[in-house]
């Protein structure tokens, strides 16, 4: 039985979307293709069987997690701003 699952990933901004996008992008298989529109990230997998989809999808959203971690930690921080006396 042939299982399939379309993701919507919401991100608070576009270079957040577009960082994740593309590092996730480059291990897209016959089994799941990313697309990037916004701030948002469309995700559809395709598997032999449901417990197929469940492995597929579990290391596909821990590889966006990764990227995500990576992608906020290599932000530049924002400068504190100094209050005036």
Avoid: Q
Wanted: aromatic letters at 4%; one cysteine or more.
């Amino acid at each position: 039985m042939k299982s399939a699952v379309r993701l919507t990933l919401g991100f608070d901004d576009i270079e957040s979307a577009l960082a994740v996008a593309a590092a996730v992008a480059i291990d897209d298989d016959r089994y799941i293709r990313t697309t990037r529109r916004g701030r948002n990230l469309i995700a559809e997998a395709t598997a032999d069987g449901p417990m197929s989809l469940l492995h597929t999808l579990d290391d596909y959203l821990a590889c966006i997690s990764v990227a995500e971690r990576t992608a906020k930690e290599a932000r530049p921080r924002e400068r504190a701003r100094r209050r005036r006396a």
